[in-house]
Structures are given as C-alpha cells and as structure tokens.
C-alpha cells in the first residue's frame, strides 16, 4: 500500500467527517486505532476530542 502524500479526509474511512480515516491513511495506521484514540480523548467531559476534531475538518480538505 502507497503512503498517500497529503492529508484528505476520506471518502471511504467515513463515519461523521472522515478525519479519523485521513490519519490512519496518512499514517498508515489501522482506522481503527485513530477512532479508539478519539474516542479516549471524548471521554473526560468531550472537550479534549471535540476541539481538535471540529479543528481538523474544517482545515482539511476532503478527498476528490
């Protein structure tokens, strides 16, 4: 699998925005662990997640 050089949010690895999938391909993580990795950082009140997360969809553009 080719390491994608840019960051889009993804079409495929979608569930709300398709920013937990735009890491994981980035990255070349399973989508998986970037979704446990949000869903860690919503636990203590939302704040943690939800900010980064409403910050990188709207900075990164979706995929074509």
Avoid: H, K, Q, T
């Amino acid at each position: 699998m080719a390491m994608n050089r840019g960051l889009y949010r993804s079409r495929s690895n979608r569930v709300i925005a398709g920013v937990a999938g735009a890491l994981a391909e980035r990255f070349g993580w399973p989508v998986w662990i970037v979704r446990l990795l949000w869903l860690l950082l919503l636990l203590p009140g939302g704040f943690p997640g939800l900010i980064p997360y409403l910050f990188f969809w709207i900075v990164i553009p979706s995929e074509s």
